[in-house]
């Protein structure tokens, strides 16, 4: 009996902890705050990487150091009210919007493909007076909106293929396709990846995944094989130092960044590496500049907010009724994810730099602002469950109490 009492005693804290985690998670404005939560902080942590990124490239081009990450805080200061607004609007709303934002992404990504400004090999930048934006971005948005009104409205015929495919697919791959005649390569891969992610929520079967695998393998490396740049890019990402003056240049630095930063970091501000050694630092290279900085513990942070983001959105999408939320938070948190993904295997060089910026983290406001709109929707159906709707209205009652008690 004593060594069933030790065991027992020895086992209890183990136990406390995972019962203590288990109820924290249970409680109904978990996935709330998980979401405010990570989003805040990988937007704080994006901020202060764009300050420390940018600020030798700021100065050189401009003379002040803070010229770039001031115009971050501005996208921010318009980004933040977006999610917000976001939040607060009805679904009936949000899927009003459907056709309007996806006819008019669509003729921005034709304006692009045909009348852009070519930045880096890719025709994906569209010039209105003195904004420079970047269509692909708000089209991400615009298709998961999209897709997920289709597929709410057909819920109840989703069994027959034809209600599956149609229009759904030939509207995404219209839109990839104008990506594609910009040479926009990573942007295609991500509209794709959103549509194998809705047509999996929506029960598709699996032969369809293989055929549609090994349907954009041939055209990808078409792609890659009639292109030097990308040709070039693809046979050097394996093996960055191969080519380390050309081509390995950027993959090749950004490894020096995160090799140098170690567990811990080399400070804020400290990095080497953004002294014109790594090209598009403040961009789609600031994770390299974030190791430098931070180490593998900064690193490790914010890929696990994005995994919390990821796990936040699963629930929402998991409990609740709504067709219409399932389909939209899935297809987000599969677009920022998926691009977290990728923007990391650029910079451990494990996949080729295709110019993919991180989430929240780079410096670009037509990247920004689409993802804190679809995260405050996100934020938006998590206080919309039944249990944290009820746990709002009855916090605010207390609070509502507790301030005539005082009067």
Known sequence: MPQLGSLRTARSPRHGWTRSLKDALDRPLTTYYLLLGATALLLTIGLIMVLSASSVASYRATGDSYAIVKRQVMWVALGVPCAFLASRVSVKWVRG???????ISLLLLVVTAFAGREVNGNTNWLVLGPVQIQPSEIAKFSLIIWASHIYANKERRLGNMHQMLVPVVPGMMLATGLVVAGKDLGTALIFFALLVAMLWVVGAPGKMFLMAFLGVTVVVLG???????????????TDPFRDFAKTGWQPAHGLYALSSGGIFGEGIGASQQKWSRLPEAHTDFIFAVLGEELGLIGTLLVIGLFLVIAYAGVRVARETKQPFVRYCTFGIVVWLLGQ???NVGM??????VIGIPLPLVSYGGSSLLPTLAALGLVIGFARR???????????????????SARG
């Open 97 to 103: 919007l459907a056709y309007p934002a996806f006819s």
């Open 223 to 237: 792609l890659v094989a009639t292109n030097p740049v990308r040709m070039e890019r693809i046979s050097s990402f």
């Open 340 to 342: 977290m993904m990728i």
């Open 347 to 352: 910079v451990l060089a494990l996949l080729p």
């Open 385 to 403: 469950e039944p249990a944290a709707a009820r746990a709002l209205a009855q916090r605010r009652r207390a609070r509502s109490a507790g301030l």
